[in-house]
């Protein structure tokens, strides 16, 4: 039984930080490329940032480049999600997201899942 879990949310000011954290269990995190993402009331959940299984490999939405940093440890089965400068745009229901990673060249398209998610909100 797969499961993710994210926590870290909250309420701050714009300028603040924040560090969201997703744990996965039920299943080998080194099998699997993890993302964030992000949903406001009426609009569609937008991809934030993602990272490859090994972590070696980041990629950013434009808006958070360079103020958002992706990680992950393995060892502890668990993603995280530094927010710095944080603007009043990023109040978001935030969430994790599993992909299983490939394997022998081929990735199971079905091999996805999601967490319930994290809400932040920042003031301005």
């Known amino acids: 039984q797969a499961r993710l879990v994210e926590s870290g949310g909250g309420l701050v000011q714009a300028g603040d930080s924040l560090r969201l954290s997703c744990v996965l269990s039920g299943r080998a995190s080194s099998d699997y490329d993890m993302s964030w993402y992000r949903q406001t009331t009426g609009e569609e959940r937008e991809f934030v940032a993602g990272?490859?299984?090994?972590?070696?490999?980041?990629i950013y939405e434009d808006s958070v480049k360079g103020r958002f940093t992706i990680s992950r440890d393995n060892a502890k089965d668990t993603i995280y999600l530094q927010m710095d400068s944080l603007r009043s745009e990023g109040t978001a229901k935030y969430y994790c997201?599993?992909?299983?990673?490939?394997?022998?060249?081929?990735?199971?398209?079905?091999?996805?899942?999601w967490g319930q998610g994290t809400q932040v909100i920042v003031s301005s």
């Open positions: 997201h599993a992909q299983g990673k490939e394997v022998h060249g081929v990735r199971d398209e079905l091999d996805v899942f």
């Open positions: 990272i490859s299984w090994t972590g070696a490999r980041t």
